[in-house]
């Protein structure tokens, strides 16, 4: 006996299954309590399946899915097409044709996630993306069957390998922003259009999923706001040193009174926080909760074995659901209706960085626009750039949302100032 | 209807239990699928009773085990009391009388454990310790369920608070061991007999129940060879800094072509490497593995919340396959025979300091011993002490433990010479 997969595209990830099977197919047997075989691999046509099999691939390549849903011998789909279709009519069709779902896909999850969760729950079938947040690192089953006791108050995760490489290279090796893409491009890291790495898009997909395990909610995509590094510049980097920060993007989720704040952004990480050492293509996912208090789990956020090993873990959950009965359980039981906080709720501590002339009284004039919001500021620098114009930089302390769109709007009334950044940042304990 | 619990002991991880069930209940019911009430508790005497009644305790406590034994409407049995008797008794009791049983007790499980496992297992019950290593990081069930596809070459962990805390402030804060001893005993961290946490027992226990998660190894507590932190001097941590190292006490798992070698010890950890900014009492287990690469579990090591919080975790799981009925299944299925490593395949590093003559010629004699073993030297450096004496420090390249035996003995012969200190070194990737 042994239990029959389907794989849906052969690129990077899926090539990584033989490699796990071969070099570890005693210990996968024996937890699966059975040959995990795959019996067909969905490609796009004869030229792609002519060039794997001169590749030395000896699988049964297919290139209609037809040929897999009508196959009742296998029981499990693995959908590693990315994208949005026609992975999404394709994992649809697995479910409605019987089959357990498999996939990595986040861009899929954090927008139709819930249409496919809810179908594989009607159908009682499995429907598990481990991989699809933080690539190896087990963090969704840890925070579904972990902290069952405990109730998370937070959660920040650098969870963007290709952004994470490049602010590692800006932070540490002076590089410049165009440099550090340039190098993730060279790399393969980034892709031609880096768009949805470097703007937030990618780790507000993975914030999106992670909300449903922290919290039991199933985020909107758009309720997650994002910002990206292309405009992080040399100064600021340089202000975030001199002040004991680094600066990463970082996905943040908080539950407050009024609900949950979910957002990515560029952000002044304390270099005491166990995340300001998460540096490369590194991902790492920090928890704060009531019960455990700070936790961290860190590990490889995306790569060929990496994510197979994450894509091979969900593959033998099922195999064990299977032979214990109990495979209808959804990936994650906790469930509760969404949330969002209040814009007063949102409350953070601010990094802002404003182009000014160089005159007498501006500094005044700028912290008597925070005041006037109720806004102390905890530092305030000023450089001078030329005979002309100087730069601003104020660290405040709390605030919410409302107060900074208010001084925000502010600034931005003042003809002669630019505002340059604003990105968070993120308090130690004595002083958040 | 509810789940009915019964604790054995009351300090101070059992009385964080009511604080989850208070401040997390809705979730606690929700995972679990029932309420989790805690029935009766096993105290010592009427005097305890007396006194946690004055405390506005209101369960029902009971002085003899026979209590919750008897009583049929109690289903698990969660071990508190800690070290060996009479928790050992009471938990194989409990198994025979049919209770699931939830222990945090790593000295008992390192000693004990197989006996406890095996009996459980007879009896199709549960035995769940997540508690019992690294207190509030769900680590345990992290390796058993999302590291089934993965292989596992190495496992290597901060598991021990209290030595850590005490080297965190001799590492940054230049204290010597007598004065962080000190320290740790006056906040609570150490006891007043702390031979467990400074010599390494209480790391080794935890090694040794790790070993049955990662490599499927029910090691002997016997075979995790130990060595504390109680020797380390000043000048061990400033070579460590001038050389860009900070020294932690390390477990450390490997798996080798002979078999699985695991031992604690002093370790000069390369500063850059993720266990060196695991401070104070926090605890990290490291892992290497074939599919996922790196990753690291960060979180506290010990505490009521953090404790309670992986004990409560292993209530509910007992919860969930009660219902699914699926509850004789073990903690941890990855199961194989013990093999340990031979010595030959027990490859590392080393820091050693020795106390010499001040006479020239010294380097060279020492570097001799090593040379006579096979055994190459990175660096060697040294320093005078007074007109008379002076100190060699050699940092070796890779040596098995037949090796390094020999260096120890030859260095004991020579009777002007005394070995001060001998730590393992964990090399970057690029020179081990």
Not at 101 to 112: E, G, Y
């Amino acid at each position: 006996m042994s239990l029959k997969i389907a794989l849906l595209g052969f690129g990077t990830v899926a090539s990584g299954l033989p490699f796990l099977l071969e070099e570890n197919g005693d210990k996968i047997k024996s937890a699966a309590g059975e040959q995990v075989q795959i019996s067909k691999i969905l490609i796009r046509n004869d030229a792609e399946k002519a060039r794997l099999n001169a590749m030395g691939y000896e699988y049964q390549f297919v290139t209609s899915i037809d040929e897999i849903l009508s196959d009742s011998e296998i029981s499990i789909v693995v959908e590693l097409i990315g994208r949005i279709e026609p992975a999404k009519t394709y994992i649809l069709k697995a479910l409605q044709a019987g089959k357990h779902v498999v996939t990595a896909n986040k861009d899929l999850i954090a927008l139709h996630g819930k249409e496919m969760r809810d179908l594989a729950e009607r159908k009682a079938l499995a429907f598990y993306y481990e991989a699809a947040v933080a690539g190896g690192i087990p963090i969704l089953r840890t925070l579904a069957n972990s902290f069952t006791s405990d109730k998370i108050q937070g959660v920040l995760g650098v969870l963007n390998g290709t952004s994470n490489f490049m602010m590692t290279k800006m932070v540490e090796d002076g590089w410049s922003y165009k440099e550090a893409l340039a190098k993730a491009q060279a790399l393969g890291y980034a892709e031609s259009d880096p768009t949805n790495d470097v703007e937030g898009v990618d780790a507000a997909y993975k914030v999106a999923i992670l909300s449903q395990f922290a919290f039991g909610m199933f985020l909107d995509f758009k309720d997650v706001s994002h910002q990206g590094i292309s405009t992080i510049t040399a100064e600021d980097v340089a202000v975030a040193q001199q002040l004991g920060y680094v600066i990463k993007l970082v996905g943040r989720l908080e539950e407050k009174t009024s609900g949950v704040w979910a957002d990515v952004s560029p952000t002044f990480i304390p270099e005491t926080h166990p995340l300001a050492n998460v540096n490369d293509v590194m991902n790492a996912v920090f928890v704060e909760s009531i019960g455990i208090g700070q936790s961290m789990f860190y590990g490889p956020g995306a790569g060929q074995k990496p994510t197979a090993t994450s894509v091979m873990a969900d593959i033998i959950r099922i195999a064990q659901r299977l032979k214990e009965g109990t495979v209808g359980k959804p990936f994650n039981a906790f469930q509760r209706p969404v949330q969002l906080a209040e814009k007063t709720d949102q409350i953070s501590r601010y990094y802002m960085i404003i182009n000014t002339p160089k005159q007498n009284g501006q500094l005044l004039r700028l912290v008597s626009v925070f005041s006037d919001q109720g806004v102390s500021c905890q530092q305030v620098l000023e450089q001078e750039l030329d005979d002309n114009r100087a730069r601003l930089v104020i660290m405040t302390r709390l605030m919410n949302q409302l107060q900074l769109e208010a001084i925000k709007q502010q600034i931005s009334q003042e003809s002669d100032w630019h505002l340059l950044n604003v990105f968070k940042v993120l308090g130690d304990d004595h002083d958040n």
